[in-house]
């Protein structure tokens, strides 16, 4: 895989655990999970300014960060204690003008097959966000960051029978933790993502209005998202932390109002409002439409039609 051809750059992937641990110079002391101080490992073996991808997931929190990080297309600049998390495959590059201090969780989904875990890595819409969507820590958080990663990276290196156990559970409490995080960021920024959530409403309901060619399509969460330029997942909590819905329930909620009007004041059949409407089967637009509203879409109308 390559970048741009006239950049000619060659992306470096790291396909599991034991591939980047030999890498870094490190021991392989687990083949689906790694905790590392980033003072551990030799600044020189830290890519810098070169894309690469994972086969596996990485938690990254540096205490004094003083660089960049870009994640896809998208990048972020700062000088503050940052916590930030990379899904499989997705291109990731960073720089720092200083060596890093903190702490980088690698972790392959496969880990969860063996062990118990209350939520999956997997469940946690984070990962994909963007980095310019990236958590900013208070002072608290991160001591609260700080303080669970040292205590995963030494149960970690007990090497026991019961300390991956232990560490999936010190995550698991990291994890959790961010969503409560980002539920704060959410909150402090307020004002713009009251934007973001107007601007979501005004790109719906202008949706069928400004589609007139004869390939409308179902309105999506990545369709609004690519409009906005953020990440879908980061969309759908952002509409869910304020009005308690996800995106995709708004979107669907509108299409049943539209239809409910197409329905009432037009004589077009039932196929042909669900071809408007961006449907291609006339069946799965009547089985929403009976999902949402108990009725079919000609009891609907015969419900309406005899008011």
Not at 206 to 235: G, H, M, S
Not at 266 to 285: D, H
């Amino acid at each position: 895989m390559h970048l741009e051809p006239h950049n000619r750059i060659k992306l470096k992937h790291f396909k599991d655990i034991q591939n980047i641990s030999e890498f870094y110079d490190v021991d392989v002391k687990h083949s689906l999970i790694n905790i590392l101080k980033y003072e551990e490992v030799n600044s020189g073996k830290i890519i810098k300014n070169e894309p690469v991808s994972f086969g596996f997931y990485k938690i990254s929190f540096v205490n004094n960060f003083n660089g960049f990080i870009k994640i896809g297309t998208t990048k972020f600049e700062g000088t503050n204690g940052v916590l930030h998390f990379v899904e499989p495959e997705q291109i990731y590059t960073c720089n720092s003008t200083n060596p890093w201090r903190g702490y980088e969780i690698l972790i392959h989904p496969n880990i969860f097959n063996k062990y118990f875990a209350h939520k999956k890595i997997s469940a946690y819409d984070f990962f994909s966000y963007e980095v310019n969507e990236t958590l900013l820590l208070t002072k608290e958080e991160k001591k609260s960051v700080s303080n669970l990663m040292e205590m995963a990276w030494k149960e970690f290196n007990n090497k026991d029978a019961f300390s991956i156990p232990i560490v999936l559970s010190y995550i698991s409490t990291l994890l959790n933790l961010s969503e409560r995080f980002y539920a704060r960021q959410f909150e402090t920024r307020k004002k713009l993502h009251n934007q973001l959530s107007n601007d979501f409403y005004k790109l719906l309901e202008a949706y069928y209005i400004d589609n007139t060619t004869n390939e409308v399509q179902q309105p999506t969460v990545q369709y609004f998202a690519d409009k906005l330029n953020v990440t879908p997942n980061y969309l759908s909590d952002t509409i869910r932390h304020y009005f308690g819905k996800p995106a995709l329930t708004i979107i669907h909620e509108f299409i049943i109002e539209e239809a409910k009007r197409q329905l009432n004041k037009t004589n077009l059949t039932i196929s042909e409002i669900s071809y408007c409407l961006g449907f291609e089967y006339p069946n799965y637009f009547s089985r929403l439409f009976k999902q949402k509203t108990n009725f079919s879409p000609t009891e609907f109308r015969k419900s309406v039609k005899s008011i």
